[in-house]
Protein backbone atom coordinates (compact mmCIF):
# COMPACT_ATOMS: atom_id res chain seq x y z
CA UNK A 1 0.00 0.00 0.00
CA UNK A 2 1.60 3.57 -1.27
CA UNK A 3 1.50 6.21 1.43
CA UNK A 4 -1.33 8.11 -0.20
CA UNK A 5 -3.81 4.86 -0.19
CA UNK A 6 -2.65 4.88 3.54
CA UNK A 7 -3.33 8.72 4.31
CA UNK A 8 -6.65 8.50 1.79
CA UNK A 9 -8.08 5.50 4.88
CA UNK A 10 -7.15 8.10 7.69
CA UNK A 11 -5.22 7.72 10.78
CA UNK A 12 -5.13 4.53 12.28
CA UNK A 13 -3.54 2.61 15.23
CA UNK A 14 -0.38 2.60 13.27
CA UNK A 15 -0.26 6.26 11.39
CA UNK A 16 -0.24 9.34 11.97
CA UNK A 17 -0.09 12.95 10.26
CA UNK A 18 0.28 16.42 10.49
CA UNK A 19 0.78 19.50 8.40
CA UNK A 20 3.92 20.74 10.56
CA UNK A 21 5.67 19.50 13.29
CA UNK A 22 4.27 21.21 16.53
CA UNK A 23 6.81 23.38 18.69
CA UNK A 24 5.85 21.66 21.88
CA UNK A 25 7.66 18.19 21.22
CA UNK A 26 5.55 16.56 23.89
CA UNK A 27 2.40 17.11 21.67
CA UNK A 28 4.08 14.29 18.96
CA UNK A 29 7.01 12.45 20.77
CA UNK A 30 3.93 10.91 22.59
CA UNK A 31 2.89 9.34 19.31
CA UNK A 32 6.43 7.87 18.94
CA UNK A 33 6.35 6.37 21.81
CA UNK A 34 3.03 4.89 21.24
CA UNK A 35 4.00 3.22 18.10
CA UNK A 36 7.36 1.97 20.20
CA UNK A 37 4.91 0.19 22.35
CA UNK A 38 3.15 -1.53 20.03
CA UNK A 39 2.90 -2.58 16.27
CA UNK A 40 4.98 0.07 15.06
CA UNK A 41 3.68 3.19 12.83
CA UNK A 42 4.12 6.15 10.46
CA UNK A 43 4.36 9.36 11.48
CA UNK A 44 3.93 11.28 8.55
CA UNK A 45 4.60 15.32 8.34
CA UNK A 46 3.07 17.34 5.09
CA UNK A 47 -0.67 16.37 5.27
CA UNK A 48 -2.97 18.44 6.86
CA UNK A 49 -6.57 17.23 8.74
CA UNK A 50 -8.51 17.26 5.84
CA UNK A 51 -6.11 14.65 4.41
CA UNK A 52 -4.44 17.05 1.96
CA UNK A 53 -1.08 16.66 0.82
CA UNK A 54 -0.13 19.99 2.07
CA UNK A 55 3.82 19.94 1.96
CA UNK A 56 6.77 21.08 3.97
CA UNK A 57 7.23 24.78 3.61
CA UNK A 58 9.82 25.20 0.79
CA UNK A 59 11.84 27.17 3.69
CA UNK A 60 12.03 24.07 5.54
CA UNK A 61 15.61 22.81 5.38
CA UNK A 62 14.62 18.88 5.06
CA UNK A 63 18.43 17.75 6.49
CA UNK A 64 18.29 20.51 9.76
CA UNK A 65 14.58 19.06 10.16
CA UNK A 66 15.46 15.20 9.99
CA UNK A 67 18.39 15.73 12.84
CA UNK A 68 16.28 17.81 14.78
CA UNK A 69 13.56 14.88 15.15
CA UNK A 70 15.81 12.61 15.58
CA UNK A 71 17.84 14.76 18.25
CA UNK A 72 14.45 14.56 19.73
CA UNK A 73 13.38 11.37 20.21
CA UNK A 74 17.15 9.89 21.42
CA UNK A 75 16.51 12.97 24.51
CA UNK A 76 13.50 12.38 25.48
CA UNK A 77 12.51 9.08 24.71
CA UNK A 78 13.52 5.81 27.16
CA UNK A 79 14.63 3.31 26.27
CA UNK A 80 16.39 3.85 22.25
CA UNK A 81 13.47 3.86 20.33
CA UNK A 82 14.54 2.43 16.47
CA UNK A 83 13.15 4.07 14.19
CA UNK A 84 13.95 5.35 10.37
CA UNK A 85 13.29 8.80 8.54
CA UNK A 86 12.54 9.62 4.80
CA UNK A 87 11.45 12.42 2.82
CA UNK A 88 8.98 11.28 -0.53
CA UNK A 89 7.39 13.47 -3.14
CA UNK A 90 3.77 13.39 -3.57
CA UNK A 91 1.31 15.42 -5.92
CA UNK A 92 4.33 17.93 -5.69
CA UNK A 93 4.14 17.88 -2.20
CA UNK A 94 7.10 17.67 0.04
CA UNK A 95 6.91 14.40 3.06
CA UNK A 96 8.93 13.45 5.68
CA UNK A 97 7.93 10.13 7.25
CA UNK A 98 9.32 8.43 10.57
CA UNK A 99 8.85 5.36 10.44
CA UNK A 100 8.97 3.82 13.89
CA UNK A 101 9.68 0.05 14.51
CA UNK A 102 7.70 -2.05 17.25
CA UNK A 103 10.36 -2.17 20.26
CA UNK A 104 11.12 -5.22 22.54
CA UNK A 105 12.30 -3.27 25.58
CA UNK A 106 9.05 -2.27 26.52
CA UNK A 107 7.56 -0.01 28.14
CA UNK A 108 8.77 3.02 26.21
CA UNK A 109 8.18 6.69 27.91
CA UNK A 110 8.73 9.74 28.01
CA UNK A 111 11.99 10.58 30.49
CA UNK A 112 10.61 13.66 31.75
CA UNK A 113 6.94 12.18 32.47
CA UNK A 114 8.45 9.05 33.97
CA UNK A 115 7.75 5.46 33.49
CA UNK A 116 4.16 5.79 35.26
CA UNK A 117 2.86 9.15 33.41
CA UNK A 118 5.35 9.19 30.50
CA UNK A 119 4.23 5.25 28.80
CA UNK A 120 1.44 5.65 25.81
CA UNK A 121 0.03 3.56 23.69
CA UNK A 122 -2.29 3.76 20.81
CA UNK A 123 -6.00 2.77 20.77
CA UNK A 124 -7.36 3.00 17.34
CA UNK A 125 -6.14 6.19 15.94
CA UNK A 126 -6.00 8.25 19.49
CA UNK A 127 -2.59 8.10 21.47
CA UNK A 128 -3.64 7.40 25.17
CA UNK A 129 -1.51 7.38 28.66
CA UNK A 130 -0.92 3.37 29.59
CA UNK A 131 -3.37 2.56 32.42
CA UNK A 132 -1.84 0.09 34.96
CA UNK A 133 -3.15 -3.19 33.27
CA UNK A 134 -1.71 -1.84 29.71
CA UNK A 135 1.81 -0.86 31.49
CA UNK A 136 1.64 -4.32 33.97
CA UNK A 137 1.44 -6.34 30.18
CA UNK A 138 4.23 -3.74 28.50
CA UNK A 139 6.61 -4.22 31.08
CA UNK A 140 6.10 -7.93 31.12
CA UNK A 141 6.42 -8.18 27.29
CA UNK A 142 9.73 -6.40 28.08
CA UNK A 143 11.10 -9.05 30.49
CA UNK A 144 9.92 -11.79 27.94
CA UNK A 145 7.45 -13.21 30.57
CA UNK A 146 4.03 -13.33 29.50
CA UNK A 147 0.50 -13.41 31.76
CA UNK A 148 -0.53 -16.53 30.27
CA UNK A 149 2.02 -18.96 31.25
CA UNK A 150 1.79 -17.15 35.10
CA UNK A 151 0.39 -19.73 37.62
CA UNK A 152 -3.24 -20.20 38.56
CA UNK A 153 -3.75 -21.43 41.74
CA UNK A 154 -7.33 -21.16 42.02
CA UNK A 155 -8.15 -23.18 39.21
CA UNK A 156 -7.02 -27.00 39.35
CA UNK A 157 -5.77 -29.06 36.73
CA UNK A 158 -8.44 -31.99 36.03
CA UNK A 159 -8.04 -35.48 34.64
CA UNK A 160 -11.28 -34.46 32.69
CA UNK A 161 -10.18 -31.39 31.55
CA UNK A 162 -7.15 -32.35 29.95
CA UNK A 163 -8.76 -35.27 28.28
CA UNK A 164 -11.26 -32.30 26.98
CA UNK A 165 -7.82 -30.65 25.61
CA UNK A 166 -6.32 -33.29 24.26
CA UNK A 167 -9.54 -33.98 22.24
CA UNK A 168 -10.71 -31.03 20.96
CA UNK A 169 -7.63 -29.89 19.91
CA UNK A 170 -6.13 -33.28 18.30
CA UNK A 171 -9.53 -33.19 16.07
CA UNK A 172 -8.75 -29.59 15.41
CA UNK A 173 -4.80 -29.98 14.73
CA UNK A 174 -5.84 -33.05 13.06
CA UNK A 175 -3.02 -34.70 14.82
CA UNK A 176 -3.14 -36.44 18.07
CA UNK A 177 -2.07 -34.07 20.80
CA UNK A 178 -0.98 -35.29 24.57
CA UNK A 179 -0.76 -34.19 27.96
CA UNK A 180 3.04 -33.50 27.37
CA UNK A 181 2.11 -31.01 24.28
CA UNK A 182 -0.05 -29.11 26.92
CA UNK A 183 3.20 -28.84 29.22
CA UNK A 184 5.44 -28.23 26.31
CA UNK A 185 3.08 -25.09 25.51
CA UNK A 186 3.13 -23.74 28.89
CA UNK A 187 -0.53 -24.93 29.61
CA UNK A 188 0.79 -26.93 32.78
CA UNK A 189 3.43 -26.44 34.89
CA UNK A 190 4.68 -29.84 35.63
CA UNK A 191 6.02 -30.55 39.13
CA UNK A 192 5.54 -32.81 41.63
CA UNK A 193 1.79 -31.05 42.01
CA UNK A 194 0.89 -30.06 38.52
CA UNK A 195 -0.04 -26.66 38.51
CA UNK A 196 -2.59 -24.60 36.06
CA UNK A 197 -1.56 -21.74 34.16
CA UNK A 198 -4.15 -18.28 33.07
CA UNK A 199 -3.43 -20.34 29.53
CA UNK A 200 -4.79 -23.34 30.63
CA UNK A 201 -7.88 -21.62 32.60
CA UNK A 202 -8.53 -19.03 29.47
CA UNK A 203 -8.49 -21.94 26.68
CA UNK A 204 -11.15 -24.10 29.15
CA UNK A 205 -13.01 -20.94 29.93
CA UNK A 206 -12.11 -20.94 33.74
CA UNK A 207 -10.03 -17.80 33.67
CA UNK A 208 -12.93 -14.73 34.71
CA UNK A 209 -16.39 -13.73 33.35
CA UNK A 210 -14.68 -10.97 30.76
CA UNK A 211 -12.80 -13.99 28.78
CA UNK A 212 -15.64 -14.03 26.83
CA UNK A 213 -16.79 -12.87 23.38
CA UNK A 214 -19.90 -10.55 22.72
CA UNK A 215 -21.79 -10.52 19.29
CA UNK A 216 -24.38 -8.10 18.20
CA UNK A 217 -25.96 -7.69 14.91
CA UNK A 218 -27.34 -4.03 15.15
CA UNK A 219 -29.73 -2.25 12.48
CA UNK A 220 -28.29 0.19 9.79
CA UNK A 221 -25.07 1.70 10.09
CA UNK A 222 -24.51 3.38 13.57
CA UNK A 223 -24.34 1.28 17.36
CA UNK A 224 -27.84 2.04 18.60
CA UNK A 225 -30.47 -0.29 18.04
CA UNK A 226 -29.72 -3.99 18.28
CA UNK A 227 -31.44 -6.69 16.23
CA UNK A 228 -30.12 -10.08 18.12
CA UNK A 229 -27.23 -10.16 20.31
CA UNK A 230 -25.57 -13.14 22.13
CA UNK A 231 -22.47 -13.76 24.18
CA UNK A 232 -20.15 -16.60 23.83
CA UNK A 233 -18.37 -18.32 26.90
CA UNK A 234 -16.83 -21.34 28.27
CA UNK A 235 -14.02 -23.15 26.50
CA UNK A 236 -12.10 -20.61 23.75
CA UNK A 237 -12.35 -22.74 20.71
CA UNK A 238 -15.94 -23.08 21.34
CA UNK A 239 -16.48 -19.51 21.96
CA UNK A 240 -14.07 -18.71 18.49
CA UNK A 241 -17.05 -21.23 17.02
CA UNK A 242 -19.62 -19.46 17.88
CA UNK A 243 -18.80 -15.87 17.15
CA UNK A 244 -17.89 -16.84 13.62
CA UNK A 245 -21.28 -19.06 13.09
CA UNK A 246 -23.39 -15.92 14.57
CA UNK A 247 -21.28 -13.26 11.59
CA UNK A 248 -22.33 -15.98 9.27
CA UNK A 249 -26.12 -15.98 9.69
CA UNK A 250 -25.79 -12.33 9.09
CA UNK A 251 -24.12 -12.52 5.57
CA UNK A 252 -25.96 -12.24 2.82
CA UNK A 253 -25.91 -15.14 0.24
CA UNK A 254 -24.76 -14.72 -3.68
CA UNK A 255 -25.43 -17.55 -6.40
CA UNK A 256 -23.12 -17.36 -8.28
CA UNK A 257 -23.82 -19.36 -11.72
CA UNK A 258 -20.97 -21.02 -14.24
CA UNK A 259 -22.75 -22.91 -16.77
CA UNK A 260 -24.55 -25.82 -14.87
CA UNK A 261 -23.04 -25.58 -11.71
CA UNK A 262 -24.66 -23.17 -9.04
CA UNK A 263 -22.29 -21.47 -6.21
CA UNK A 264 -23.41 -19.98 -3.32
CA UNK A 265 -21.01 -17.49 -2.18
CA UNK A 266 -21.08 -15.05 1.10
CA UNK A 267 -20.68 -11.45 0.43
CA UNK A 268 -18.10 -11.40 2.77
CA UNK A 269 -15.29 -14.25 2.81
CA UNK A 270 -15.95 -16.35 5.65
CA UNK A 271 -11.99 -17.19 6.41
CA UNK A 272 -11.35 -13.93 6.66
CA UNK A 273 -13.78 -13.12 9.07
CA UNK A 274 -12.80 -16.23 11.01
CA UNK A 275 -9.12 -15.08 11.05
CA UNK A 276 -10.08 -11.90 12.71
CA UNK A 277 -12.15 -13.36 15.55
CA UNK A 278 -8.98 -15.57 15.99
CA UNK A 279 -6.77 -12.74 16.21
CA UNK A 280 -8.87 -10.45 18.37
CA UNK A 281 -8.62 -13.87 21.51
CA UNK A 282 -5.22 -14.26 20.63
CA UNK A 283 -3.90 -10.91 20.91
CA UNK A 284 -6.30 -9.62 23.78
CA UNK A 285 -5.11 -8.24 27.13
CA UNK A 286 -6.87 -10.62 29.37
CA UNK A 287 -5.97 -8.68 32.55
CA UNK A 288 -8.39 -6.48 31.36
CA UNK A 289 -12.35 -6.21 32.67
CA UNK A 290 -13.68 -5.85 28.76
CA UNK A 291 -14.40 -9.05 25.93
CA UNK A 292 -13.96 -9.15 22.41
CA UNK A 293 -16.88 -7.67 20.60
CA UNK A 294 -18.24 -8.38 16.97
CA UNK A 295 -20.63 -5.82 15.77
CA UNK A 296 -22.57 -7.19 12.49
CA UNK A 297 -23.53 -3.60 10.78
CA UNK A 298 -26.00 -3.68 7.57
CA UNK A 299 -22.45 -2.23 5.53
CA UNK A 300 -19.33 -3.45 7.97
CA UNK A 301 -18.43 -5.69 10.37
CA UNK A 302 -16.42 -4.49 13.02
CA UNK A 303 -14.15 -6.64 15.68
CA UNK A 304 -12.62 -4.88 18.73
CA UNK A 305 -9.83 -6.65 20.94
CA UNK A 306 -9.29 -4.93 24.57
CA UNK A 307 -5.67 -3.92 24.90
CA UNK A 308 -2.77 -3.20 22.87
CA UNK A 309 -0.97 -6.22 20.87
CA UNK A 310 0.06 -8.71 23.00
CA UNK A 311 1.54 -12.49 22.74
CA UNK A 312 -0.20 -15.05 23.36
CA UNK A 313 0.70 -18.91 23.31
CA UNK A 314 3.89 -16.99 21.33
CA UNK A 315 6.52 -20.30 22.03
CA UNK A 316 3.45 -22.54 19.88
CA UNK A 317 1.76 -19.83 17.85
CA UNK A 318 1.45 -21.74 14.60
CA UNK A 319 0.69 -24.41 16.37
CA UNK A 320 -1.91 -23.77 18.74
CA UNK A 321 -3.30 -21.50 16.26
CA UNK A 322 -4.05 -24.30 13.85
CA UNK A 323 -6.81 -25.63 17.26
CA UNK A 324 -8.91 -22.91 15.79
CA UNK A 325 -9.44 -23.46 12.87
CA UNK A 326 -12.07 -25.59 10.76
CA UNK A 327 -11.04 -28.79 9.33
Not at 65 to 73: F, G, R, S, Y
Not at 98 to 113: C, E, S
Not at 164 to 177: G, H, N, P, T
Not at 250 to 268: P, R
Amino acid sequence: MTIQEEIQNGESRTLEYKATLPHDSQKWIKTIVAFANGAGGKFVLGVNNQREFVGLAKSVDLFELKDNIADTIGQMCEPQIMFDITAEMVDDAQLLIVNVFPGNATPYYIKALGKENGTFIRLGATTRNADWTSLDELTNRGRHVYYDEFACPNVKVEDEDIKYLCKDFSERAERKITRKDLENLNLIIGNKKDTATNAYAILLGKHDYTSRIQCARFRGTERVDFLDKKEYEGPLCEQIDGAYKFVLNYLSMAVEINGIVHKEKYELPPKAIRELIINAVIHRNYQMSSSVQVAVYDDRIEISSPGSIIRFFDSGRSFVRSFFHPQ
